[in-house]
């Protein structure tokens, strides 16, 4: 998982609008499975990083197709579950 999160950091570094809305679901699998090491990674631009968190759910968890509702709202619930026990583990240490 670890090479692949690097190439998926390397392309978001890089993203235009187009790929952003590519990138970004895959960058939120990746903070369900790796969160430790994906949030190492994405900060390193925190003026863009801020800037696509506060576009996640207008960009990511819309459903544009009309037959995502279900997966999309699984993946939001998921990855902030892992969120908020990553916080509760990075506290205890």
Request: aromatic share 6%; proline share 5%.
């Amino acid at each position: 998982m670890v090479p692949a999160l690097f190439s998926l950091v390397e392309i978001w570094k890089r993203r235009d609008g187009a790929i952003s809305g590519e990138v970004s679901p895959l960058l939120l699998v990746a903070l369900k499975i790796e969160p430790q090491n994906t949030l190492l990674l994405l900060p390193e631009n925190p003026e863009s990083f801020n800037k696509w968190l506060n576009e996640l759910e207008g960009m990511v968890l819309t459903d544009h197709t009309g037959d995502e509702s279900n997966q999309l709202e699984k993946l939001r619930v998921d990855v902030l579950a892992t969120m908020k026990s990553y916080s509760r583990k990075s506290q205890i240490n």
